[in-house]
């Protein structure tokens, strides 16, 4: 059987549904009360109860999606790196990495997109705080004035590709060596500590693409004689083509092998998520999961 509230109960009954029913406000509307000043005090505690509550149910709903606020989005940049990012400029990323990412960040409650652009401009992007970040990179020191980065999600190991019809019997010891030969590279990427220096020591001549396909076209086309890429995205790329199969070859050597990080903008919103960020790589680690997107185990 519903209880009807008498008069004096009428107004704290509109509030129940809000668990608003303090000891206060159950002294200030008690009929027992005898004086007028103590009942002008209750009439004061009940306004600044019922005051209360209101906020409280204000803040609630502007907290809580569904009621008021938004879910909260992460949103990442990333210029085209297959297969670990695949796509056209101004669409949604495909490849290896959003999977990962997607992964990552459900574990986290918190939904994430990213959004295709040249390389260049997504450093921009997350340098002003335009975007949140970047789902994969590597460390440098101009990129430390403007990222935080993760902790490491994988490594890239890189190896020369050279082509076999045209370089045979190719063999080096050191950067030395290498001297006379002419190198592909991607524009705005960055290499391994001790090839950039070698690069400045010995001068080596180098032709920049802006894209890896576009290096392994070059090499193709002999305007280079050396690409240094990471192996599996050579992988994939000279798989695709029967040309490529047959005429390019990896060089047995790792060139440099180099850790990969999520990198967060100083300047965008979800510096807060990297604890939580690092945690979850860790668990993603330990399961297996990032090497089985990756398809380095089956």
Not at 37 to 57: D, F, N, W
């Amino acid at each position: 059987m519903m209880h009807e509230p008498d008069e004096d109960h009428e107004r704290e009954a509109v509030f129940h549904s809000v668990s608003c029913k303090s000891p206060l406000l159950l002294r200030a509307t008690d009929p027992r009360g005898s004086g007028a000043a103590e009942t002008h005090q209750g009439t004061i505690m009940k306004t600044r109860s019922l005051v209360s509550c209101v906020l409280l149910v204000i803040l609630l709903a502007l907290a809580e999606p569904g009621l008021g606020g938004e879910a909260r989005v992460v949103r990442l940049v990333d210029a085209p790196w297959p297969p670990f990012t695949t796509g056209e400029h101004g669409q949604p990323a495909g490849g290896l990495v959003p999977p990962l990412v997607k992964s990552l960040f459900d574990r986290i409650g918190i939904r994430v997109t990213i959004e295709l652009v040249p390389w260049k401009r997504a450093l921009k992007m997350v340098e002003l705080g335009q975007a949140d970040g970047i789902p994969l990179l590597m460390k440098t020191e101009e990129r430390d004035r403007y990222l935080v980065y993760s902790d490491m999600l994988f490594e890239s190991r890189e190896r020369f590709f050279y082509h076999a019809g045209r370089l045979k019997g190719f063999s080096w010891l050191s950067f030395a060596d290498l001297k006379t030969y002419r190198f592909g590279l991607v524009s705005g990427f960055s290499y391994g500590r001790g090839f950039l220096d070698a690069l400045k020591q010995y001068g080596f001549e180098v032709q920049y693409a802006p894209t890896s396909e576009l290096n392994f076209r070059l090499l193709e086309a002999g305007r280079v004689d050396l690409v240094l890429e990471d192996e599996t995205v050579a992988r994939v790329l000279i798989a695709d083509q029967p040309v490529w199969r047959e005429a390019f070859r990896a060089d047995e050597k790792t060139v440099t092998i180099v850790p990969l990080y999520m990198g967060l903008s100083a300047r965008g919103q979800a510096l807060d998520l990297l604890p939580s960020i690092n945690r979850t790589i860790a668990q993603m680690k330990s399961e297996g999961v990032i090497d089985r997107i990756l398809g380095r185990v089956e």
